[in-house]
């Protein structure tokens, strides 16, 4: 795969699909995308999930994600080039979670995040539209639960230092549903994790911080095939 990408799924654009953007504009130089396409990188290193920041940009950087992203913007250029116009995500445009279950790289996990059959959650992902004729993969919603086996609570949800999974315990009928059409098994409140986040920064240079990754670290699927360094 190009540039360190490990694994890739297609899904057509549709009905289900477009429910997951949170911008609609759908259209390649006048022409509308056919399909989604998902790019997964593998978080093998804690290192590479560094953000930094300074106070005179306008905007952080991620390492990971400016490598993944530059992968997406190289295979679009290569595909517009062959007459088939493509344009890349930015990190805003789409939830790229649920977009990856329609593309059939995992299911939407217990500690709310991606998990892949292979890398578990230890994933980062990218994603661009395109013209181009391609085929959609097999959702894996009743072929892949890992989630299942667990205990109850998890261990996901009771290593988070931020107590997100545990404020939201009801959830009423309809709400947060994920691209499987189910609850959540957790409670999940985003601005308490994000909160939480941003008041313990773990500083590793000047700028450069780690964001809590608790519920993914801990979280044991695919393990055995990313050799996690500690």
């Known amino acids: ?117 292979n890398y578990g959650p230890h994933i980062r992902l990218r994603g661009f539209l395109t013209t181009a004729p391609l085929k959609s993969f097999q959702s894996m919603i009743g072929k892949f639960d890992p989630c299942t086996g667990c205990t109850d609570p998890p261990p996901c949800v009771e290593a988070c230092p931020s107590g997100a999974f545990k404020i939201s315990q009801e959830i009423k009928e309809g709400e947060n549903l994920s691209s499987n059409n189910r609850k959540p098994r957790s409670g999940y409140t985003e601005y308490i994790c994000r909160e939480y986040s941003l008041a313990n920064l773990k500083p590793i240079g000047p700028f450069t911080y780690l964001w809590c990754r608790a519920c993914e670290e801990i979280c044991p699927v695919g393990n055995e095939n990313i050799g996690l360094i500690d």
């Open 1 to 117: 795969m190009d540039g360190g990408c490990k694994l890739v799924g297609f899904s057509e654009v549709n009905e289900a699909t477009r429910r997951e953007f949170i911008r609609g504009n759908l259209e390649i130089e006048g022409q509308p995308a056919k399909f989604i396409v998902i790019l997964l990188m593998i978080l093998d290193d804690p290192i590479l999930d560094a953000w930094t920041q300074s106070r005179s940009w306008p905007a952080g950087k991620n390492y990971i994600d400016e490598a993944i992203a530059r992968v997406a913007t190289s295979i679009c250029l290569k595909l517009t080039k062959q007459g088939y116009p493509s344009r890349a995500f930015r990190y805003s445009d789409a939830y790229l979670k649920h977009l990856s279950v329609h593309a059939g790289l995992g299911i939407i996990g217990r500690n709310n995040l991606l998990i892949t059959p």
